[in-house]
């Protein structure tokens, strides 16, 4: 009886190693593998998936509704926003000094004639003496002449005489103007504080930038401004130009403006000037174009300038990354509602680098899946 409990388990036991084996072997073939759930669902339309709101597919897509812009004459170009030059000073010093006293910081708002800063210039000290001296010989000068002139007159002293007051009258002269109008350069009658120079806003606007602390020594000829003033809500964007382009840019076009700092915010602007001459390099020519910065962009920043066609008509503007290609037609994955996407045949008017113009197909506000778009027609592709 044992002989036979012993034999019993001993084939029991062979047929699970048995078991065993055929299951590794068919899971290491792939015969009988196993598969992750993919989360998604298929409607009876071969077009349309549905996907779970909680599935890693879902969140991994970026689904954006169809922008509606202004018809482009080019494709954007790269630009970046600088100041307006027609509202902005950059201000030295005249003269060689010491900063005895700064009165602004940085973004303080100033109006044209304040103070900005004092120096002790001793060129000024100077040039008031040079004054005061010229001023005085010239009046020695004169009454030196006109006495001569009488004598002369009289017979008392020789022409010679005269003729040697007579000249020394026009240096002193020439010596009283050229003193003056060196004190008349430095603006001394109204820059002077006390015994210190004064460094006035010529502008009204805002301190954009400051290069001087208290104790620096300054000189006329610095390549450096010590300040620059410029009002904010007057900007450019300027662009580079190709040449290829040229016939489509005129002045005082508008231009739609994009920055990376608001990407879902279109400014808008308007050409002011056109470069007169190409680069012989890069086969271009600088663009300023006039911003509306709405209190937002900054200059160096850069930016995406489109220039508008002058037809001035409203087209569907689509990022090339939700195009799917099949054959001859180009489609995108439309959001019916959240997880539910249809993929649609549309019609391009034109395709640029970065973006393409639809003509059919497409609504304003549609939202259409911009990143993933490829990967979700491939599973949409492997199920039908």
């Known amino acids: 009886m044992k002989?036979?409990?012993?034999?019993?388990?001993?084939?029991?036991?062979?047929?699970?190693?048995?078991i065993s084996?055929?299951?590794?072997?068919?899971?290491?073939?792939?015969?009988?593998?196993?598969?992750?759930?993919?989360?998604?669902?298929?409607?009876?339309?071969?077009?349309?998936?549905?996907?779970?709101?909680?599935?890693?597919?879902?969140?991994?897509l970026k689904i954006e509704p169809v922008k509606e812009i202004f018809a482009p004459s080019t494709e954007p170009l790269n630009g970046k926003i600088t100041f307006d030059e027609n509202y902005t000073s950059r201000i030295g010093t005249p003269i060689d000094g010491r900063v005895a006293k700064i009165n602004v910081q940085v973004g303080d708002s100033v109006k044209a004639g304040q103070v900005l800063m004092l120096i002790d210039a001793p060129d000024l000290a100077n040039a008031l003496a040079d004054s005061h001296k010229a001023n005085?010989?010239?009046?020695?000068?004169?009454?030196?002449?006109?006495?001569?002139?009488m004598l002369f007159e009289g017979g008392v002293v020789a022409k010679k005489d005269v003729e040697g007051t007579d000249a020394d009258y026009a240096v002193a002269e020439t010596e009283m103007v050229r003193a003056n109008s060196k004190l008349k350069s430095l603006g001394s009658s109204n820059k002077m504080m006390g015994e210190n120079y004064a460094i006035r806003a010529p502008i009204s606007g805002f301190i954009i930038d400051r290069q001087v602390n208290p104790g620096n020594l300054l000189r006329a000829d610095a390549q450096n401004p010590s300040f620059i003033i410029s009002n904010p809500q007057h900007l450019w964007a300027s662009i580079d130009l190709p040449e290829r382009d040229l016939s489509k840019v005129t002045k005082n076009q508008m231009v739609?403006?994009?920055?990376?700092?608001?990407?879902?915010?279109?400014?808008?602007?308007?050409?002011?000037s056109m470069g007169q001459m190409m680069d012989p390099i890069t086969r271009r020519i600088q663009v300023r174009c006039i911003v509306d910065g709405k209190g937002k962009l900054?200059?160096?920043?850069?930016?995406?300038?489109?220039?508008i066609s002058s037809r001035n008509y409203k087209v569907l503007k689509i990022p090339n990354s939700a195009l799917i290609?099949?054959?001859?037609?180009?489609?995108?994955?439309?959001?019916?509602?959240?997880?539910?996407?249809?993929?649609?045949?549309?019609?391009l008017s034109s395709q640029q680098l970065d973006f393409s113009i639809v003509n059919e197909g497409l609504n304003a506000g549609d939202r259409v899946v911009t990143v993933g778009a490829i990967l979700l027609n491939s599973e949409l592709s492997s199920e039908h």
């Not at 002989?3 to 048995?18: E, F, H, R, V």
């Open 256 to 272: 739609s403006i994009e920055v990376d700092a608001y990407p879902n915010e279109i400014f808008t602007g308007r050409v002011q």
């Open 325 to 347: 290609t099949d054959g001859l037609y180009s489609y995108v994955f439309v959001e019916k509602s959240t997880g539910h996407l249809a993929k649609t045949k549309v019609t």
């Open 298 to 307: 900054k200059p160096e920043m850069y930016a995406r300038v489109t220039p």
């Open 3 to 18: 002989k036979t409990i012993a034999y019993l388990l001993a084939i029991a036991s062979i047929n699970l190693t048995s």
């Open 136 to 149: 005085a010989d010239l009046q020695l000068k004169k009454q030196a002449k006109e006495r001569n002139n």
């Open 21 to 60: 084996f055929a299951q590794d072997a068919t899971n290491k073939h792939g015969i009988k593998q196993p598969t992750n759930s993919i989360n998604s669902t298929h409607t009876s339309n071969k077009n349309e998936v549905v996907l779970a709101a909680n599935s890693n597919q879902l969140v991994n």
